[in-house]
């Protein structure tokens, strides 16, 4: 069974940076899409940050220029840097795995952002 574990989240003020990490349980990793989600309360779940197998990234309007997504495969880790944080990036962040037709998440993390 994969397990996903994430860590970094926290309360930062303004114009501040985090860097989320996810963990994963399987060696098969550098096979598969790792991906970042985000759900603030009374808002859908919505994809923050996307990066494929073969390291092509995309990201939400909403965070180009911020956030960065990047992974290491030696380590079975995804990484999510965010710079210049604002008041609306306040949510729990989750990772998000897809290989071979399945997805796999993490048990969230919470970003609160304020002053």
């Known amino acids: 069974q994969v397990q996903l574990v994430e860590s970094g989240g926290g309360l930062v003020q303004p114009g501040g940076s985090l860097r989320l990490s996810c963990a994963a349980s399987?060696?098969?990793?550098?096979?598969?899409?790792v991906n970042w989600y985000r759900q603030a309360p009374g808002k859908e779940r919505e994809l923050v940050a996307a990066s494929t197998s073969g390291g092509s990234t995309n990201y939400a309007d909403s965070v180009k220029g911020r956030f960065t997504i990047s992974r290491d495969n030696a380590k079975n880790t995804g990484y999510l840097q965010m710079n210049s944080l604002k008041p609306e990036d306040t949510a729990v962040y989750y990772c998000n795995l897809y290989l071979g037709g399945n997805n796999y998440w993490g048990q969230g993390t919470q970003v609160t952002v304020s002053s």
């Open positions: 399987i060696s098969i990793f550098r096979f598969s899409a």
